[in-house]
């Protein structure tokens, strides 16, 4: 992962008060917030390079011959955090699904059209590399049913006959811990059985196990749709410390949570693609009518 | 758990309580607790009915007899409500019904048991002798329970998972796991005498000279820990497969996603998530599978030679003793009770506790080793 000089400005939810402040490299501030929001939208984050990772072309998937995303073109990338929005079964999942090939595990899926990683073809790659390039944390928390050391280990520990020993693994976790801003609450348990914690903290953990293999693009599919208000800040915190690191598509529901933490929105409906665009160009000035309506509620 | 049940059953909504005042003109209705009402109404049923079956009365009512000088179309829930709780009734009765024969197995078999266990009985093996003072204990059937129990599950277990990971993670081609179904049902349906005696045909062959006695003629006794054990394992590997198979299907699809979203193959999602996350299944199984083993017959008296002591075969430490015979406190039960030879009830009743205790802490010590509440996925 690269340090950067100027670190986004990261706002930290500390579960016990007394907590130490985190590495100053994630941290800057480590202000309370009451469950409020307190930056509306996202305009106010400072601009970082950003550099395309993936890009899909006119990208179609359809299960049994029912169409389910139709032609979508979409450029990821990094530094700019890319929100999909649009009601339920306009195809949000499928797309995202598409992009670590996780399509394919449904035997009735077919594709068309072009996934590029880094310019690319997905299909050039072996399978097992691009998920470990494309990290996914998917709408329910779903730890496996391991410590939470374990947990983490998963992805790092190759198959083979030398395993690394706990002591090898152990800087590799906890820095993806602390990535996921998780290590100062379970630091002292890593022993524990990850199933026990919240499902904020599972949540956390599901994205900790996704950066330990040091992805390229994270996809987050409503990751706090199951979450409570306060777990949702702290994930969206999150999204907000790791875009200068990582390629980030944040599916969600939540108009406000996309304005929060996206640079870039796109509409979709009945899998096709209907608008593209910033934050501001998406919610403040919508080309498309359909746009206009869903994102001022008139349809859900 | 009876009784929340019960409470339940007596609060029927209002609507339907008025109703039932104003329309059956038939049944004493109208009283304040219904659930009283519906007692009266089926005891009231069965009394009347007499002439046509028990149930004439209640069908006589029901909505669907238009001929009914009351009918009225909103009655539909009161008839039902009213079968409802009979149904509930009985269901709640054949629950008591259950643990009262369970508490009559275990308080007679402690009576019983407590009143003939000897300690002594218990650490010395049997001896021939048809004076129940002078036959001994019964410390080799002890042993040779726990080691038939022990030998069945180790044999049946990694293959009752594997199957049972195949089944529900591979199963294709489609018809091959339609018949490897069918198999696993036709061995849990098979009666164990059958499986033993199919098991004495096989094991007496040549072929499998090896696990057991073989005379100097060549002649293979086919009787042995390790005939035996295998045909335990073939009753409880219907159990471990069932169970482990329920808990795979118990682990959400998403699951498996994360795991091959992180780059993993299908092998390393089974060993490493799935696997351990049917653990609790997987323990289930085995405890049933071992719970059967134990308290087989059939096998142990046509494949373990049944004879009164340990007789290894052979001087190899472990191995002599699986090769050799032995009985096991079922075999012992049987021939100890007044329907075998050795006439020995008291030593019989005395070994049947034991082989209680036995199968009660195994489910306990599985229970307590594997289902220490594991919090599931929320869904
Ligand atoms: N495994 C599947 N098999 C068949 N159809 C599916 C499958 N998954 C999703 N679909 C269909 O594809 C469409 C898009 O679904 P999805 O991508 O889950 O939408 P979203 O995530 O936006 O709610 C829906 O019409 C849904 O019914
Ligand atoms: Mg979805």
Known sequence: ???????????????????????????????????????KTGRSRPKVESIERMRTVDLGIAYGGKSAVNG???????????????????????????????????????????????????????LTELRRKVGMVFQQPNPFPMSIFDNIAYGIRERGSRKPTRRVLKPFVEEALDRANLLEEV????????????????????????????????????PCSALDPRSTAAIED??????????????????????????????????????????????????????????????? | MATPTEKKTRKPPSKARKRSQQTSSKTKRGKTRPGKAAVAASSNGIAVGGHNGPFEDLLDRAPWRENSDDFDPHAEREAWSLMDRMG??????AGIFLCVVAAAIVLYLLVRGLQFVKISELTSSPLPSLDQSQSGG??????????????????????????????????????????????????????????????????????????????????VFGRSFFCAGAMMALIALPLVVGSTREALQAIPAHVREASYALGKDRASTIRRVLLPGARAGIGTG??????????????????????????????????????????TLTSYVYNNSPAGEGNAPEKAYAAAFVLLLIVIFLNFAIAALVRRKEPEWRS
């Open chain 1, 1 to 39: 992962m690269e340090k950067l000089n100027t670190p986004p400005p990261v706002r930290r939810i500390s579960p016990d008060k007394k907590s130490k402040p985190a590495k100053p490299s994630s941290t800057t501030a480590a202000s309370k917030r009451n469950g409020k929001v307190s930056v």
């Open chain 1, 72 to 126: 979508v073109s979409l450029q990821i990338k990094k530094g700019e955090v890319l929100a999909l929005i649009g009601p339920s079964g306009c195809g949000k999942t499928t797309y995202l699904r598409s992009l670590n090939l996780l399509v394919e595990q449904t035997p009735t899926a077919t594709r068309t059209g072009k996934i590029m990683l880094d310019g690319e073809d997905v299909d050039k790659l072996e």
């Open chain 1, 187 to 222: 630091k002292d348990n890593l022993s524990h059985p990850a199933l026990r914690l919240s499902g904020g903290q599972q949540q956390r953990l599901c994205i900790a196990r996704s950066l330990a293999v040091e992805p390229e693009v994270l996809l987050l599919d409503e």
């Open chain 1, 238 to 300: 999150l999204v907000l410390k790791l875009r200068s690191e990582i390629a980030i598509v944040i599916v969600t529901h939540n108009m406000q949570q996309a304005q929060r933490v996206a640079d870039r929105v796109a509409f979709m409906y009945l899998g096709d693609l209907v608008e593209e665009g910033t934050v501001t160009q998406v919610f403040d000035k919508p080309q498309q009518k359909r746009t206009r309506d869903y994102v001022s509620g008139d349809f859900g």
């Open chain 2, 88 to 93: 509930l009734r009985l269901a709640w009765a």
């Open chain 2, 138 to 219: 019964y410390l080799d059937p002890i042993l040779g329970t726990l080691i038939l129990t022990v030998l069945g599950i180790v044999i049946a277990l990694p293959i009752g998972v594997a199957i049972a990971v195949w089944l529900s993670e591979y199963g294709r081609p489609k018809p091959l796991a339609r018949a490897v179904e069918s198999a696993v049902e036709i061995v849990a349906g098979t009666p164990s005498i059958v499986l033993a005696i199919f098991g004495l045909i096989i094991f007496q062959g040549s072929f499998f000279s090896f696990l057991s006695f073989s005379a100097d003629g060549g002649a």
């Open chain 2, 286 to 327: 085995a405890s049933l599978g071992m719970g059967r083993i134990a308290g087989d017959t059939a096998i142990v008296v046509l494949l373990l030679g049944a004879t009164l002591e340990l007789q290894p075969v052979g001087n190899a430490p472990v191995f002599s003793l699986l090769k050799g015979t032995g009985s």
